[in-house]
């Protein structure tokens, strides 16, 4: 059974940085594509980052661009979000995703339909 599990999340105050790590077993983690999603509450699932099978090509939501980094460790098998410049609406449950397929970030990353294997999530709060 594919296990995704987040970690990371804690309360930091407005222009903080944050680190999430992503840990995934049980799935050739190499060659699939992974994201970060972040649901407040209230609001709908929404795609955060996304990053193809080597690291190479990275995609990010608008509000995030400049401030959060995607990377990946394949050898670790464990993937990142540094987020810096951290705001008060970056507050959410933030969830790892990956999804076999071409490895690659389609046109449609950020909808979670395309990605079927999730974590629990971890919980980020920005707040003074």
């Known amino acids: 059974q594919v296990q995704v599990k987040e970690s990371g999340g804690d309360l930091v105050h407005p222009g903080e940085s944050l680190k999430l790590s992503c840990t995934v077993s049980?799935?050739?983690?190499?060659?699939?594509?992974m994201a970060w999603f972040r649901q407040a509450p209230g609001k709908e699932r929404e795609g955060v980052s996304c990053?193809?099978?080597?690291?190479?090509?990275?995609s990010y939501a608008d509000p995030v661009k400049g401030r959060f980094t995607i990377s990946r460790d394949n050898a670790k098998n464990t993937l990142y979000l540094q987020m810096n410049s951290l705001k008060p609406e970056d507050t959410a449950m933030y969830y790892c995703?990956?999804?076999?397929?071409?490895?690659?970030?389609?046109?449609?990353?950020?909808?979670?339909?395309?990605?079927?294997?999730w974590g629990q999530g971890t919980q980020v709060t920005v707040s003074s």
């Open positions: 990053i193809n099978w080597s690291g190479g090509s990275t």
């Open positions: 995703a990956a999804a076999r397929g071409s490895g690659y970030c389609s046109a449609s990353w950020s909808r979670p339909r395309a990605f079927g294997y």
């Open positions: 049980r799935l050739p983690f190499s060659k699939v594509v």
